[in-house]
């Protein structure tokens, strides 16, 4: 393929800061004559706030019909929807559905030089993927509910057995392509429910265990939701691959993020048979926004997997080497120190960006 078109929405608060460090970042790593084209599409609460619409139907059709979708971040506080949600969330859970992005994959993994929150846990002994089902499940339920009178509302949880298969196929996927779990190198794939007291995790449950025999090779696992937020704090070495629905797997996603020292270093990858949308774990930070300090290494990591998939996609090793060059400059910043705030820092997000671009000029 000769030129990749990217979809790039900024979004709100930090989306920018991040996003365009992404962008500067997969430049340095491709050098001139880079086959990707960044186009830049409005998307978000500002842009609702601006326009009266949170997601054009233009952008839609450019992220679409791209190659690839890349995202800063959506979201101000208080910009809402008559029925109480966000505005600027549209962008995000729009693409999901709409494109059937439904495997989210969200590695966790810590880093050298970054501290963990977990006593005695160094570098390398958590690195686990959590696989998220992207597209029913809670979220399905999304602007669909009931409410009555102002008095009752309703959403509801909803699997389909395709829905269920396909997401557990990836799992095992994923998991024969790892390296196993950090503490015993096992292959392992941890399905994650409440089967003890809900049918559809229970049907989610059972779907996962018909699918499971087609991976000898993999050992499976069951684990409760509300024990799986104990044992990803006691143990998170152990785990491999992690399937889970949609809200549990927002959920445990943070959770996650926490114990390698937080949302700015977890990357995501939003995956549909056609398309593939890539943004970090994070929210839009409006906190910070503005002050040049935000943690671009999620974005960045997000982008790397984007090249990652373009790369194996179409059998293009520009691309992938890419990726794992980023991978590795990443590896080295963070070894290096280079933190921002949230890791404890006093690294600019500009000054990581460029550290991170003058290593990959060196790389190629
Ligand atoms: C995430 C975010 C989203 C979600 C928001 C931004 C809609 O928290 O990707 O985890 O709830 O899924
Ligand atoms: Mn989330």
Request: hydrophobic share 40%.
């Amino acid at each position: 393929k000769e030129i990749y078109e990217i979809a790039v929405v900024h979004g709100d608060g930090i989306g920018p800061e991040v996003c365009s460090a992404a962008v500067e970042v997969v430049k340095a790593a491709l050098g001139n004559g880079s086959p990707l084209n960044f186009r830049e599409y409005p998307a978000g609460a500002e842009h609702f706030l601006k326009t009266g619409e949170s997601f054009p139907e233009p952008t839609f059709d450019a992220c679409r019909s791209s190659d690839a979708i890349l995202h800063g971040a959506g979201g101000i506080p208080g910009v809402v929807h008559p029925d109480g949600t966000e505005a600027g969330l549209d962008f995000t859970l729009r693409l999901r559905f709409e494109l059937d992005l439904y495997a989210n994959i969200r590695p966790i993994r810590l880093f050298e030089g970054v501290t963990c929150p977990l006593a005695g846990v160094k570098a390398g002994e958590i690195d686990y993927i959590i696989l998220r089902e992207n597209s029913e499940g809670l979220y399905a339920a999304r602007g669909a509910g009931v409410q009555l009178r102002g008095e009752l509302s309703v959403d509801t949880l909803v699997q389909t057995r395709v829905g269920v298969e396909r997401i557990v196929r990836k799992a095992f996927e994923l998991a024969r392509a790892s390296n196993g779990a950090p503490k015993d190198g096992v292959k392992r794939v941890t399905c994650c429910d409440k089967a003890n007291v809900l049918r559809s995790y229970a049907f989610f449950r059972a779907v996962f265990d018909e699918v499971a025999p087609d991976y000898p090779d993999i050992e499976v696992e069951h684990v409760l939701i509300d024990a799986m937020t104990m044992h990803l704090v006691l143990r998170p070495g152990h785990f491999n691959v992690i399937v889970t629905e949609n809200m549990f797997g927002d959920i445990i996603s943070d959770l996650g993020a926490a114990t390698i020292g937080g949302m700015g270093l977890a990357p995501s990858a939003e995956l549909g048979e056609r398309n593939g949308f890539f943004q970090a774990a994070h929210g839009s930070a409006p906190d910070i926004a503005g002050k040049g300090i935000a943690n671009p290494y999620g974005t960045v990591l997000s982008a790397a997997a984007m090249l990652d998939w373009l790369g194996s996609k179409y059998a293009d090793s520009r691309l992938s080497d890419a990726a794992a060059n980023i991978r590795a400059a990443t590896n080295k910043a963070l070894a290096e120190g280079c933190l921002s705030a949230d890791l404890k820092g006093n690294w600019k997000s500009a000054d990581i960006t460029r550290r991170l671009c003058d290593q990959l000029a060196a790389m190629r």
